[in-house]
């Protein structure tokens, strides 16, 4: 069978050769941002920092001001502390469609469960609820670490880091030694480590007495308190993540490729707000939406099935003077929108699971996926074949290198994003993300060159004065 000719009919970025250095520059913003944003509240308050710094007001103190909103004009709306969207108003009325990038800010770990902590055999744990979609054997004896918050009764917010810094213990989920894992090495991958094993090493030494019972345990909780001013009761208004500790890494003996956890989705995030940055005023008004929950099935106040789109978007019409009845509803049906999520790469360790000639590879630029799901395209969105020309047309004027993938083999499994939900609006959405190697583990693997070109990609996304009228 004769397969597509990969490197005709997708040029890898690295034979641009002008272009290295701006790759390398470009990729050590982007592992600084994953060292310092490793659950969603952390990336959404740094990203929220960062719009402030580059002159974004905020969305709802210019509407209790009484303000305005005029084409140039830049606003922020945080949500939850958990979501948040940046709009550049652009010349064309916010009827005529936005140009609209979607990604999320969560990623797969573990929660701390509400009544985490207890003492068996003289060490002290913490019980774990595994978050999104892991393989939970991956989460056993590596270094680990936590990170969150802690809201106490009068409201006041307690930062949780441990496991960072250089000085600071890591955390540690325990596995079964070789020497004892016969019956567990006969068992299916997925069930050698079920989800009630995730729980986390957290002390060995007493407070008091050796051999009285629970005495690690109140160790642990007098550390907690000497340290954060917490006691036990404090964990029911908790929001404490474990994750993996350490930083970003080069990869390879090129240093071509990162290291890193969060890269799903953390990697299309950075891309896209580097290119939102550098709007000004565009013809079509310009947004970046940042949303939680993907990963579980993009539910609650700050997922993408809540109404946080159009909230935003009707509270934008209400600055800028609009007072049609019908003009939410346009707003967004004539969007047009980049769902910036990761996809999958080809895997020459693993090739069973691909359709070589539908799966991209890493240095070839960022991926329009035209549908995701599972099963015969079950829950995906399927975007059009209008909608993707006009894509191609961007990209290529832009000389923005790209690709396209697919989730691996038909029947072997899928995955989904958010694009089905905001293609409910009826706006034109499409899937065009950057390729991991070991998506949802520990430490996925990027290509530096993908990160830099999908920024690139996202720029002249947002900055075409192209719409959908010439593809209809």
Known sequence: MIQCDWEA????????????????????????????????REAAAHIAAMAKAAGYA?????????????????????????????????????????????????????????????????????KTHYYGGLKKYQWAALPLAMHGVIVMKDGARVAVSIGEAEDDPVLYVSDLPKHLSAQQSKQPMGEGINGEDLNILVGSIPLEKSGEQGQVRK??????????????????????????????????????????YGHDDRI???????????????????CLLLVDKEEVGSQGASGMKSRLMENLTAGLLELMGEQSPTALR?????????????????????????????????????????????????DCND??????????????????????????????????????????????????????????APYELASKADIYEAYRAYAAFYTTTRNMENYL
């Open 9 to 40: 009919a997708y040029p890898l970025v690295w034979d641009r050769k002008d272009g290295h250095q701006e790759i390398m520059n470009f990729s050590e913003g982007y592992k600084a941002f994953l060292n310092q944003c490793k659950t969603e």
């Open 268 to 286: 299309c995030v950075y891309a896209a707000l580097q290119a939102m940055l550098l709007v000004r005023r565009p013809r079509y008004t310009c």
């Open 330 to 378: 346009r707003s967004l049906e004539h969007a047009l929108m980049l769902s910036a999520d990761v996809t999958l790469a080809y895997d020459p360790n693993h090739p069973e699971g691909f359709e070589p000639a539908n799966t991209a590879r890493l240095g070839r630029g960022p991926a329009l996926t035209k549908y995701a799901g599972h099963l015969g395209k079950k």
């Open 383 to 440: 975007a059009s074949a209008e909608y993707l020309a006009l894509l191609r047309d961007v990209f290529d004027d832009a000389g923005v290198c790209w690709q396209t993938g697919e989730f691996g083999k038909i029947d072997f499994g899928g995955g989904g994003t958010i694009a089905p939900f905001a293609a409910a609006y009826g706006m034109q959405v499409v899937d065009c993300g950057i390729p991991l190697l070991s998506m949802h």
């Open 219 to 260: 160790n642990v909780l007098r550390l907690l308190h000497e340290r954060y001013g917490v006691t036990e009761k404090d964990f029911t208004s908790a929001e404490l993540e474990i994750v993996p500790a350490g930083k970003a890494r080069d990869a390879g003996l090129d240093a071509s490729m990162i290291a890193a």
């Open 58 to 126: 905020d969305m709802d103190g210019v509407r209790a001001a009484g303000g305005t909103l005029r084409p140039g004009d830049r606003v922020l709306a945080l949500r939850h502390n958990k979501a948040l969207a940046l709009f550049v108003c652009g010349e064309a009325p916010l009827t005529d469609g936005m140009h609209l990038i979607c990604a999320h800010l969560d990623s797969p770990r573990l929660d701390i469960r509400p009544n985490p902590l207890y003492e068996a055999d003289g060490l002290a744990l913490m």
